[in-house]
């Protein structure tokens, strides 16, 4: 064999490499898909979890000094603060994330 023969075989092998790269790629939107669905779901526990938690201690605090249920409302009140206060910062998180990602692929260009 011929240096010109293995050089031309080693192309085609380097473009078979490449096309079986590109055709097992995965596709960039299911990825954001699952990845925003990621996000949807990390907010509402986050929510879940402030009102649950508020709740709990409400109810205890009424269970233990014998109360009517107002520290239950409000402790019910401030962990639905709590868990939306926690959601906007997740929000905010991924906004800069994305602004980031963009000011990156921008200057990436030529």
Excluded: C, N
């Amino acid at each position: 064999m011929t240096d010109e023969d293995q050089q031309q075989r080693l192309e085609q092998l380097e473009a078979r490499i490449a096309a079986a790269k590109q055709a097992q790629a995965p596709t960039p939107r299911a990825d954001e898909h699952y990845s925003q669905a990621q996000h949807a779901w990390r907010m509402v526990i986050e929510l879940v979890a402030g009102l649950g938690i508020g709740f709990g201690i409400g109810y205890g605090l009424d269970w233990l000094l014998g109360t009517i249920p107002i520290f239950l409302v409000l402790f019910t009140m401030l962990g639905l603060a709590a868990g939306i206060k926690t959601m906007l910062r997740s929000a905010q998180e991924m906004q800069d994330k994305r602004v980031a990602e963009e000011a990156d692929m921008k200057d990436g260009e030529p």
